[in-house]
Structures are given as C-alpha cells and as structure tokens.
C-alpha cells in the first residue's frame, strides 16, 4: 500500500496538497490492489470489444502520469522515455514489436510514482505550467487531471476483470 506523507507548510496543514495527494494515494492504492488480483495468465488478454489488456492499462496510467505530472511542470520525468512506445495514447499490445516492460517492474513504480511526485511537486501545486491539453494552470491541476485520467482506466480494468473472469 502506497502512504503517502502531507506536507506542512509555514506552521500549517496544506488542505489543498492534502486532498490532492490523498485523492492519488486512494485510487492508485485500488488501481494497485486490482492488477495485483489479476491472474497471470489474464495479465496481457485482449478480449473481443477491447482493445487493451489490463498490462497495457496500468503501463499507460504510469506513463501518462508520470508526463502529466513531470514533462508538463517542465521537471525530468522519472518514467523511461520508450514506455511511451507501448502505453503511450494510441498505441496497443497488437503492435508490439518486443517484449513490453515487465508486469512486475510496472507494479513497483506505480507504488512508488505518488510519494516521487509528492517529494518532486508537492510544495509546487501553485506554480504555473506552460500550455496544455488539459488547460491546466498550475502543477495541482496538471496533478488533478492525472488522476482524473487513472479513474478512468481504472474503470477499463474493472471492465477487463469482469470480462476475463
């Protein structure tokens, strides 16, 4: 389980970095806890009405999130750039050339991406990002959308489980 720590700015309780940071801990935790539960042999499944498996589903939440949260505030992004090659919008387990990232490797940075971000970002939410596709405004948005963009393919996966049980 992810955990994350709330930062404490000048003597007080960030109540705006707290809902953030708790809202990602919350839904990366189930997002955790439901590929996890997913048996081996279901892990890269595409059923028929899919397009995706549920290995595609949580490289691409780790992927997305780590551009949203790091390219777009113009910080390094942590996630190696070639994982777009795979998860990136657009692309799908059908058109893999190679052995994708493993399941396990995938599982361990998602665990650890919300305290990366919180450490890298979390006293930055204010600061204003360039242009984007989310029209977001400052780092807590960009940090927002992301989130919002997980619960979606966190409903894809429940759909997948669904489907392959």
């Known amino acids: 389980m992810v955990k994350i720590i709330y930062p404490i700015y000048s003597g007080g309780f960030c109540m705006r970095a707290a809902y953030i940071f708790g809202l990602l801990e ?27 498996s549920i290995h595609w589903q949580i490289g691409h939440v780790l992927t997305v999130t780590d551009r949203l949260a790091f390219a777009l505030a113009e910080q390094t992004p942590l996630v190696p750039a070639h994982y777009t090659s795979y998860f990136g ?21 998602l665990k650890a991406q919300p305290g990366q971000i919180q450490e890298a970002l979390g006293d930055k939410l204010e600061l204003p990002v360039k242009e984007n596709f989310l029209k977001a405004e400052n780092i807590g948005e960009l940090i927002a ?14 759909a997948l489980m669904k489907v392959l049980k």
């Not at 839904?27 to 009405?49: D, I, M």
């Not at 919008?89 to 940075?109: F, L, V």
Request: hydrophobic fraction near 30%; charged fraction near 25%; include cysteine.
């Open 145 to 158: 959308g992301g989130i919002t963009h997980e619960c979606t393919h966190l409903g894809n996966i429940m």
């Open 26 to 52: 919350r839904y990366r935790n189930r997002l955790v806890q439901l590929a996890e539960s997913c048996p081996e042999e279901k892990r890269n499944v595409v059923p028929t009405g899919f397009n995706n």
């Open 89 to 109: 919008n657009g692309t799908k387990p059908a058109d893999w050339q190679d052995a994708p990232p493993s399941w396990d490797s995938i599982i361990a940075d």
